[in-house]
Nanobody
Framework: QVELKESGGGSVQTGGSLTLSCRDS?????MAWFRQAPGKEREGAAA???????KYANSVKGRFTISRDNADNTLYLQMTNLKPEDTAMYYC????????????????????WGQGTQVTVSS
């Protein structure tokens, strides 16, 4: 059983930065950050594989960076140049099973989820 707990959300103005953290209880095969805005489907923002390779949604590429501290069992999402459209509940997700990279940003692929942390970007 993998337990995930997010932190680091908050309110910032357009152009600001935030770093989200997610503590996990063990090291799954891959992990990701998803986000869900009110009235919208949950979408994958960034994923990281056990070998350190990463995958990003086009909407965040160049602005968000996913990383993991293996010694501390913590997943991070560094978010810069934030925009109002980044406003959403952000969720940490993990799965112990190997999978192709093409599935890395698909919510259906993940078995374990955190409870989320809210990010609000004002214009």
């Amino acid at each position: 059983q993998v337990e995930l707990k997010e932190s680091g959300g908050g309110s910032v103005q357009t152009g600001g930065s935030l770093t989200l953290s997610c503590r996990d209880s063990e090291y799954p095969y891959f992990m990701a950050w998803f986000r869900q805005a009110p009235g919208k489907e949950r979408e994958g923002a960034a994923a990281i594989f056990k070998d350190g390779s990463t995958k990003y949604a086009n909407s965040v590429k160049g602005r968000f960076t996913i990383s993991r501290d293996n010694a501390d069992n913590t997943l991070y999402l560094q978010m810069t140049n934030l925009k109002p459209e980044d406003t959403a509940m952000y969720y940490c997700a993990a799965d112990p099973r190997a999978a192709p990279a093409i599935q890395a940003l698909s919510a259906d692929r993940y078995k374990y989820w955190g409870q989320g942390t809210q990010v609000t970007v004002s214009s």
